[in-house]
């Protein structure tokens, strides 16, 4: 089967770097994308990593190591704003390159 | 307008009762998703539609059923509805692979909170 694995809770303090992790195991790996959620509100895309290392994109970045199954989300100058739940999501396992399983999230909390 | 659409945000229903969730949507995309989302379990699949003609479960299928309307439309039912399927429901969308990788992210609707009583 597939899982899974990420912090639930992390604390940070606003303008500091904060990086969540996330490994997993499938059978069969496409990607590895993340999604931001505030609550009350919709998951919202962040990245796509399918290939071996770091994708930036403004402050937000995310790693991908396939050999060791982990990848991260790296936030940079923490804004209150980015305080909110963080998801890592696997594409493949046994459903092939079209099933994507999400995991259990993290909840970051952004402090003055 | 919303790109992804979902009707009604809010429910409370009796238990036993059949209802349905609705999704629409505007970006053209292919593919259809149905979730649930439980405190502390993230979000499972419960079905989805890469077409019109396709259905497929996911991984919480049992007690509900889809039907895909139209490219747009892609709704849930529950057809006798159970305390325990309390829960944020949310539809997604996606446009599936190609040299773009940002078209492997899901578009979600903003949810509809249901209460089985």
């Known amino acids: 089967g597939q899982s899974l694995e990420q912090p639930s809770e992390v604390t940070a303090v606003e303008g500091a770097i904060v990086q969540i992790n996330c490994t997993y195991q499938?059978?069969?790996?496409?990607?590895l994308s993340w999604y931001q959620q505030h609550d009350g509100g919709a998951p919202t895309f962040l990245s796509y990593?399918?290939?071996?290392g770091l994708e930036e994109t403004g402050r937000f970045s995310s790693f991908l190591s396939r050999s060791d199954s982990y990848g991260y989300l790296l936030l940079q100058e923490l804004q209150m704003k980015d305080s909110a739940s963080y998801f890592c999501?696997?594409?493949?396992?046994?459903?092939?390159?079209?099933?994507?399983?999400f995991g259990t999230g993290t909840k970051l909390q952004v402090i003055p | 307008d919303a790109d992804v659409t979902q009707t009604p945000r809010n429910r409370i229903t009796k238990t036993g009762k059949r209802i349905m969730l609705e999704c629409s949507q505007t970006?053209?995309?292919?593919?259809m998703y149905w979730y649930r989302q439980d405190p502390g379990l993230g979000l499972r699949l419960i079905y989805y539609?890469?077409?019109?003609?396709?259905?497929n479960k996911g991984e919480i299928s049992d007690g509900y059923s889809v039907s895909r309307q139209a490219q747009a439309k892609f709704s849930l039912s529950l057809e006798s509805a159970i305390p325990n399927q309390t829960a944020l429901y949310f539809c997604?969308?996606?446009?599936?692979?190609?040299?773009?990788?940002?078209?492997?992210?899901?578009?979600f609707g903003s949810g509809t909170r249901l209460t089985v009583v």
């Open positions: 970006k053209g995309h292919d593919r």
């Open positions: 990593n399918a290939l071996d």
């Open positions: 997604a969308t996606s446009a599936g692979g190609s040299a773009d990788k940002y078209n492997y992210g899901y578009t």
């Open positions: 539609s890469f077409d019109v003609k396709d259905i």
């Open positions: 499938t059978s069969g790996f496409y990607g």
């Open positions: 999501a696997v594409r493949g396992g046994p459903g092939g390159y079209q099933k994507v399983t």
